[in-house]
């Protein structure tokens, strides 16, 4: 069974952070400069939700707003799901599946362990795989 755990081992517990007065296009370019999809936003140590490119596309590009002017406090999402550190990467997968979410904020004692992408979790997904048929390989082949 593979766990969040793992993937923030792998990754890291950093998450890029912006404040809620961020304009878009400040975290846009945050985004862009550190190469991902999304920031989140936090007042101090205290999360607050989380902005992404698709934020960006459906709640500034097609709503007509300008980057410039609107803060990422009015587009963030801060009511996706909370996961922990010990929960599976399946419950993961299922719950971004279900909910149609790209991302997932990881808690621990109320604290912010750090995000996780879907490509995350196809990543660690592979990993186990191979991991598993590497030791069968050694398993057949000893």
Do not use: W
């Amino acid at each position: 069974m593979n766990y969040v755990k793992d993937i923030l081992l792998r990754k890291g517990h950093n998450a890029i952070s912006v404040s809620p007065n961020t304009t878009v296009l400040d975290a846009l370019k945050v985004m862009a400069d550190n190469n991902i999809g999304s920031v989140v936003v936090m007042v101090d140590k205290d999360y607050k939700g989380i902005v992404t490119e698709r934020d960006y596309s459906r709640k500034v590009i097609l709503k007509g707003k300008n980057s410039t002017d609107t803060k990422v406090s009015e587009i963030m999402s801060s009511d996706l799901p909370h996961i922990r550190p010990d929960d599976t990467v399946e419950h993961c997968m299922e719950l971004m599946t279900n909910s149609n979410i790209r991302y997932l904020p990881v808690f621990k004692n109320n604290h912010l362990e750090g995000i996780i992408s879907i490509t995350d979790v196809v990543r660690e997904t592979i990993f186990k795989q191979q991991q598993t048929i590497k030791h069968l390989d050694s398993y057949i082949n000893s």
